[in-house]
């Protein structure tokens, strides 16, 4: 009626259409111009899924990767034992509770701070004011007292000889050396007034969850990097990191956690970007809670090592990224190369176990025993894609043998609450991995620190193991040590109560101007000192 | 108009104590203890019976449960809002803050975007009403109402940044971050506003009015421009402004699709951490945006609109 | 009103997608060509073949089977929502159009502080309280969703208590229940299945978004919002496995919104849109 007079010829539509395409073709252009603009030479863009968080050295909120940029210890560990660090040399005593530290001379902080005994002396006081956090560290129990005679010597006495104490005090934290000055009041539990040490770089700017910018410490006494400058984005997805490095917003992604398999595959032949992978760092696996009454019985725990197929898991979630594991650690370890009969994939031979151990199959094929269901919860931190992906696989792979799994995935921390806790029936774990490994994880089993102890508790041979790990820590002799691992080991793995499945390993995926990248013994420590662009 | 508005003001007083009551009642109903949460968050190595009941007394736990409630509110508007559990070294209001300006870019350019498509759309469907045009910009709402906004945000990314290689697939920066994020938000709201309009313009050609204008010899043009548009306009940007807080919380999804480090990211963080006063927080915020956004719009309506404004009287 | 709708062929076509989708998932086990949990790690994202038709996940899963089994938390558990919202705002908009008074009163503050926030929020709330699971999307989806029929459905309750035939069924002495059950209920009963209809679609989109933010439905049971979640993952290496599950959810959601569309025409042919 109305409207139809109403309507008459206009191009209004065809314009309005033309506007939206004009103006859509514009936007690249633009945008182009703004990602040209941030790229600056001596500059490395890299990428962290979480921000750098508190860097304070003598606590445990920061990322790793940041502190080993910003603050160093008195030794490094390199690949053929302790190298000097902010410490030039070391002695330790005959009966080997006495550790002398000579201290590097003309080291200073960034802010200008000499690093000397004193310097020295006021971290391991701050330190050691906040003893309780720290002993998940073997040492800090036995630390009796530290003192600096003179600017250059510094002195830790201990109770009983420890024969990893040096690496300990080269782990990143908590033995690295923020400048006095950033401590509150000499403290440092409380947190700290700057991040500021004695390291290659300095951090200059942080926006919080956006990026971090470190630049080159001017005054670096070891031998200074050629990247000056390093931005650190933060960018949480998978994906996200891969399509930023492939349109040239980030030069390298490094990291266990950083990249998926299924897209590191995807740059094996790449001309563009290059691939990097380091020796295992750690093992990856799942932990069988031995007080859970079906998991008690060691047939179950046999049963289900030998329905693992690690190599399956190796080759369908890692492609080959990752080696398939056999034992708790890997042969590369200290004091691990040990002859240990693998739990090899046998299906059949799981089920006779189970078969043999009086489980047996229901009609809703869940097997059991006594009336006692084989329902076992497997719990995976929901941060991470891959275990999802594993724990999937493994439902249904167990799922045929008679055992029914359900899966529960939470966030980082009330898992790690659950795991400390012991309530869990399975649950995923990585080891600590060098340098911790074997030592330091070994004596953390025997509190109540990480899932290990809740998982152990009820093993026959808990106590034979735990007095092993003891000795072990205060020997002194080389061999008496090998054979006290090896007795430890053996028993842990005959108990099968640990299911390891992949060595873990460090992946880096980066542009191929960038040369040098590579990885050390310790394995959250980016060396960004080694690396440098190509010159075109 | 004075009464109006005074009225109006008193009637958001009880909803305002409504909100945050039901904001105040969700974190009591939290399993865990909130004296044991806070113990844990100063990092007590060792929580005994006795430290409990001693933080309990600390924190005026043992108070009844109104004196509590209004303990709280007297906090809230002194903008006190507490200290996140998960991170005991931010407080919430800290969080928020931070968080908050983002979102609010997100939704504004949203909203730029809803008023600049919507409009003349919807305008140009009603005036070419049963042509191509308006054919093909109804299937286009149909469409888009029955799209998962988070599909059409992995969509975007999948077809403007990964194959087109247009835009940043995702995060913070640039202006050039924002555009996909902002229109992922805003293309549910835009079929909304394009209906909208559509059938407020239509309704409008059917009025008296627009017969007598059309008899008095007026341009269609004029008719169209002055009258019915103006007409429609009236409430059709009162409906958008009402939708404003909606759009703050409609960018929930879109920040998790987009790793947009807005409010509505650390929401969902938020839950999955268990961080129940960032959480709660968030819920409280959203409520009194959404009251005074409609309060403001009402009586700004109240005012253009002289039909109300009698019938009342 | 219902011969009407079935003279609507886009009504028909409307209804034939959702009954088809029900009976393929009340039937997948016997439809489905795999079981929607097997696995088969060293075939993931395979193309589409005869044992496959359409691929493999990234486990290797018959991504088909999958779909056919997400059917059931999607469709199922929406109108399983849907269900509670109406029941429990039908009682309490009857409660309150009837009786009135003080009864009135509260419900409708209760029902304006429901309102004045966005749905997606409570919803996130409910389910930050309760814990992250499906059943708790449900229970929070009806918690809010409630509010907007009681609203509805007082208005229409109070239009039709003082019609005639109320009134006079009220002089012959009938009891409050009858006259709620027996006149209220299939007054409003028309005006309802629109609103119902609308909504089924708002809580399809609603459960998988939840599930998609991983607030929902969890691994490894199949559900479309979920597949779209681990899709996301691998949208550079396989962005073809975001296809499928969308789509579904468009065709499904549209489905319901284009029903409720119809049935308002036949309810109301005042209202037919211009």
């Known amino acids: ?536 | 108009m004075k009464n109006y508005v005074i009225m109006r003001l008193l009637a958001t007083v009880p909803l305002l104590l409504g909100i945050s009551f039901l904001c105040f009642v969700f974190i009591n109903l939290i399993p865990s203890d909130p004296a044991e949460v806070a113990l844990r968050i100063r990092q007590t190595p060792v929580i005994t019976e006795e430290l409990i009941a001693q933080t309990r007394a600390e924190l005026g736990l043992d108070q009844p449960f109104l004196v509590r409630y209004f303990q709280w509110l007297w906090d809230c508007l002194h903008f006190d809002l507490g200290v996140s559990y998960t991170n005991p070294a931010r407080t919430v209001l800290g969080e928020i803050g931070r968080c908050l300006p983002a979102t609010l870019e997100l939704a504004g350019l949203s909203l730029v975007y809803v008023i600049v498509l919507s409009l003349p759309i919807g305008f140009l469907s009603a005036v070419y009403k049963d042509t191509w045009f308006d054919r093909i910009m109804r299937g286009f709402v149909f469409a888009t109402t029955a799209m998962p906004v988070y599909w059409v945000g992995l969509l975007l990314i999948w077809l403007i940044s990964i194959r087109l290689d247009l835009l940043p697939t995702s995060g913070y920066g640039s202006f050039a971050h924002l555009i996909l994020p902002a229109f992922t938000v805003a293309l549910s709201y835009i079929s909304t506003y394009i209906r909208l309009i559509r059938n407020n313009m239509l309704e409008n050609m059917r009025e008296d009015y627009v017969l007598y204008a059309q008899a008095r010899g007026l341009k269609q043009r004029a008719i169209l421009v002055r009258h019915i548009l103006k007409n429609s306009l009236q409430s059709c940007v009162t409906a958008i402004g009402m939708s404003i807080p909606q759009l703050i919380a409609g960018t929930i999804v879109v920040e998790n699709v987009f790793a947009w480090p807005g409010v509505g990211r650390l929401c969902i963080a938020s839950i999955f951490n268990r961080d129940y006063p960032v959480i709660q927080a968030y819920v409280l915020l959203v409520g009194v945006l959404f009251v005074f956004f409609n309060l403001a719009f009402d009586i700004l309506q109240y005012a253009a609109d002289p039909r109300l404004r009698e019938r009342k009287a | 009103m219902l011969q009407q709708l079935f003279k609507n062929p886009m009504a028909l076509l409307c209804m034939g997608i959702l009954l088809f989708t029900a009976l393929l998932g009340i039937f997948a086990p016997w439809v489905a060509p795999n079981d929607p949990y097997a696995n088969d790690i060293l075939n993931k994202f395979a193309g589409p073949s005869w044992d496959y038709p359409l691929g493999t996940d990234q486990l290797g899963r018959c991504v088909f089977s999958r779909m056919l089994f997400g059917i059931r938390p999607t469709l199922f558990l929406s109108l399983l929502t849907m269900l509670g919202t109406i029941g429990l705002g039908v009682i309490m908009g009857i409660t309150a159009g009837y009786f009135r008074g003080a009864v009135d009163e509260v419900i409708m503050r209760v029902v304006d502080v429901m309102l004045s926030f966005p749905s997606q929020i409570i919803i996130l709330a409910v389910v930050a309280l309760l814990g992250v699971d499906i059943r708790n999307v449900v229970i929070a989806s009806i918690f809010i969703k409630w509010a907007w029929y009681a609203r509805m459905i007082r208005t229409a309750t109070i239009k039709y208590t003082n019609m005639n035939f109320v009134l006079f069924s009220r002089s012959i002495g009938s009891g409050n229940f009858y006259i709620l059950t027996r006149h209220m209920l299939p007054c409003i009963a028309a005006e309802l299945a629109v609103l119902a209809s609308l909504d089924t679609g708002w809580a399809i989109l609603n459960i998988s978004t939840l599930s998609f933010l991983g607030l929902g439905v969890q691994a490894p049971v199949p559900e479309w919002g979920a597949m779209l979640n681990e899709a996301k993952n691998v949208m550079i290496s396989n962005p073809e496995q975001m296809l499928v599950p969308g789509i579904a959810v468009v065709v499904l959601v549209g489905a319901c919104n284009m029903l409720g569309d119809c049935l308002r025409d036949a309810l109301d042919p005042k209202a037919v849109r211009q």
């Open chain 1, 1 to 536: 009626m109305e409207t139809s007079r109403l309507r008459k010829k206009r191009p209004l539509p065809a314009l309005l259409l033309a506007c939206c395409m004009a103006g859509s073709s514009l936007l690249p252009l633009w945008a182009g111009q703004a990602q040209a603009a941030e790229q600056e030479p001596d500059t490395l863009r890299f990428v962290n899924y979480r921000d750098v968080r508190d860097l304070n050295p003598h606590l445990y909120a920061g990322e790793m990767y940041a502190q080993e940029m910003i603050y160093e210890t008195l030794v490094d560990i390199g690949p053929d034992g302790y190298k000097p660090c902010l410490a030039e040399s070391w002695e330790i005593s005959p009966d080997g509770k006495v550790y002398t530290f000579k201290i590097r001379k003309g080291v200073t902080f960034t802010d200008g701070t000499p690093c000397d005994a004193y310097a020295v002396k006021a971290n391991f006081d701050a330190i050691l004011e906040n003893r309780a956090r720290h002993t998940w560290l073997e040492m800090m129990h036995l630390l009796e007292k530290v003192d600096a005679p003179d600017a250059h010597t510094f002195r830790i006495f201990m109770s009983r000889p420890y024969y990893p104490m040096l690496t300990e005090l080269g782990v990143t934290r908590p033995f690295a050396m923020i400048s006095p000055k950033a401590m509150k009041n000499g403290s440092t539990k409380d947190g700290v007034n700057a991040f500021i040490g004695t390291g290659p770089y300095k951090l200059v700017k942080v926006v919080t969850d956006e990026y971090a910018v470190f630049e080159a410490n001017e005054n670096y006494w070891g031998e200074k990097p050629r990247i000056r400058r390093i931005v650190v984005k933060v960018i949480p997805d998978n994906q996200t990191r891969i399509l930023a490095l492939e349109k040239g917003e980030i030069d390298l992604i490094w990291g266990k956690n950083m990249l998926d398999a299924d897209a590191l595959n995807k740059y094996r032949n790449s001309d563009e970007f290059d691939i990097a992978l380091s020796k295992p760092t750690s093992t990856r696996q799942i932990v069988l809670n031995g007080q859970n009454p079906v998991l008690a019985d060691i047939n179950v725990r046999k049963a289900l090592q030998h329905a693992t197929n690690r190599k399956a898991i190796s080759r369908g979630v890692f492609h080959d990224t990752e080696p398939p594991a056999d034992t708790l650690y890997a042969r590369s370890v200290p004091y691990c190369d040990i002859d240990l009969a693998p739990y090899a994939y046998d299906m059949k031979k799981a089920a006779d176990l189970l078969e043999k151990a009086g489980w047996k199959m229901g009609d809703d094929g869940v097997r059991a025993k006594d009336g006692l269901r084989m329902e076992l919860g497997l719990l995976y931190n929901s941060n991470s894609v891959t275990e999802k992906t594993i724990a999937e696989y493994l439902q249904h792979e167990y799922g045929k043998l008679g055992i029914r799994v359900s899966l529960r995935g939470e966030e980082e921390q009330s898992y790690r609450d659950n795991m400390k806790n012991g309530l869990f029936d399975m649950i995923f774990n990585i080891c600590w991995g060098m340098p911790y490994d074997p030592q330091s994880s070994m004596a953390a089993m025997r509190q109540r620190v990480y899932g290990d102890y809740a998982a152990q508790l009820a093993l026959p041979d808990k106590k034979e193991i735990d007095a092993a790990i003891t000795e072990i820590l205060s020997s002194t002799d080389e061999k008496r040590r090998q054979e006290l691992f090896t007795f430890a080991l053996t028993h842990l793995h005959d108990d099968a109560i640990y299911i390891p499945l992949t060595y873990e390993t460090n992946k880096a995926l980066f542009s191929s101007r960038l040369k040098g990248v590579g990885f050390t013994q310790t394995q959250y420590e980016v060396p960004f000192s080694k690396m440098y662009f190509e010159k075109r």
